[in-house]
């Protein structure tokens, strides 16, 4: 049974048990019985909401940064307090936690396919090229490219920021016209 739960158990009129006799048999300590939470100041609310603006900016400020940030503001705070105040509103710092690597139980472990194969051929492991056992996929050495449509023959193009894919045509095809359209003063603006 919760603390809360035995506290609201306490009758301060009962007629032959004591408060001190009940706060005993329920295992409350007498002190949580008397006591009465008090109304936040106004100058916590200021505080609270100050930092509540803060927070939805820079959401990865603690206690140390915000302090430090509303002591340059001119207000002059200790750092217990806005530790206080954050968690009371329930305001935590968002950064990486530690031991975020570790494997949760839930998720499966997958077998490595590739641990006891001899890689004798080039394109040994790629299914689409090789017809072998690995995923086929990898990022090239030379940036992101993106297979050319229509062409089964492996081209591909880099893509590069603001710059459209130009799928070239097989050599002897077009001749000067396509080195004209394919200049880089053509290219397009995505």
């Known amino acids: 049974m919760s603390p809360a739960r035995r506290r ?13 006799r009940q706060c005993a048999l329920l295992g409350v300590s007498r002190s949580s019985i008397y006591y009465r939470p008090q109304a936040a100041s106004a100058e916590d609310l200021s505080l609270m909401g100050e930092i509540d603006r803060q927070y939805l900016d820079t959401p990865f400020y603690g206690s140390r940064r915000m302090k ?3 002591e340059r503001r001119g207000v002059r705070v200790s ?13 935590r710092a968002i950064y990486r936690r530690p ?10 472990v997958y077998p490595y396919l590739l641990r006891n194969v001899r890689i004798t051929r080039p394109n040994q492991t790629c299914p689409r090229v090789g017809g072998g056992v690995g ?3 990898h990022l090239p050495a030379h940036g992101p490219r993106v297979p050319l449509p229509g062409g089964g023959d492996g081209l591909a193009q880099p893509v590069r920021a603001g710059l459209a894919a130009v799928q070239h045509p097989p050599i002897g095809v077009g001749g ?11 290219w397009r603006r995505l």
């Open 8 to 20: 609201k158990m306490v009758d301060r009129g009962h007629p032959s048990l004591s408060l001190v």
């Open 99 to 108: 031991s975020t690597s570790r494997r949760s139980p839930q998720h499966p």
């Open 176 to 186: 000067r016209l396509w080195k004209s359209a394919s200049a880089p003063k053509r």
């Open 79 to 91: 750092r217990k307090r806005v530790q206080r105040l954050m968690h009371a509103m329930g305001l």
């Open 135 to 137: 995923c086929g996929h």
């Open 68 to 70: 430090a940030w509303l």
